[in-house]
């Protein structure tokens, strides 16, 4: 069955701290893999766009890791800061199809 | 704007009643995607649009939803003798191509927060 599972759900963290979120995924066949950021009542903004053969991508503050051997990515956070807090989805494209994960909402407190 | 335009922002109906959901993509972006986020759920994808064309309505929840794309510009999403259960968030993207795989970022809109009382 094709999924995406990410976590934390929720991660509160100071204004300052780095942070690392995880997705793993079943999807199969692989396409290419996205993390988003999406601010409450927005829609999602594209930090990373991963395809198989890419380990590392960085967006300024954002770091995106992808392995694709155990199916596992990570989006770290550098030096957070207020605005840094949104929910973070991790999306996963297949064929035709896109598969979501549900999120890691992150606060970051002063 | 330069960004993808979904309107109206919040629409609220009564059961029963259809609607209509408006987006207007990026200029020049040939591909359309249309998204549903419910409450505490994450992003549910509904169908997607190359040009005028749509491949792909096997993710449309139900007989009552259906889209189109006019133009290869604007695409409504319509949705039928509304349930309760449609009540979510539609959002809607664009990209230059069509995404899956050629790697093309979407931009999304704010979407349109559908209330069904």
């Known amino acids: 069955k094709n999924q995406v599972e990410q976590s934390p759900q929720s991660l509160i963290i100071l204004e300052g701290k780095n942070c690392t979120l995880q997705?793993?995924?079943?999807?199969?066949?692989?396409?290419?893999l996205r993390w988003y950021k999406q601010d409450t009542g927005r829609g999602p903004v594209s930090l990373t766009i991963m395809t198989f053969s890419e380990n590392t991508k960085s967006n300024g503050r954002y770091t995106a890791t992808l392995d694709a051997d155990t199916k596992q990515s990570s989006l770290h956070i550098t030096a957070s800061q207020l605005s840094d807090s949104a929910s973070y989805i991790c999306v996963v494209s297949a064929g035709n199809q896109f598969y979501f994960g549900t999120g890691t909402s992150l606060t970051v407190i002063p | 704007g330069a960004g993808v335009s979904q309107s109206p922002s919040n629409k609220v109906t009564e059961k029963g009643k259809d609607v209509e959901l408006r987006c207007d993509p990026i200029s020049g972006h040939t591909a359309l995607y249309w998204y549903r986020q419910s409450l505490g759920q994450g992003l549910e994808f509904l169908i997607y649009f190359q040009g005028n064309s749509a491949p792909d309505k096997s993710g449309l929840p139900s007989d009552r939803f259906s889209a189109e794309r006019t133009g290869g510009s604007v695409s409504t999403l319509t949705i039928q003798r509304t349930q309760q259960e449609d009540s979510a968030v539609y959002l809607c993207?664009?990209?230059?191509?069509?995404?899956?795989?050629?790697?093309?970022?979407?931009?999304f809109g704010d979407g349109t927060r559908l209330s069904i009382l």
């Open positions: 997705c793993n995924y079943t999807v199969s066949p692989f396409s290419n």
């Open positions: 993207a664009s990209s230059l191509r069509v995404g899956m795989v050629s790697n093309q970022p979407q931009h």
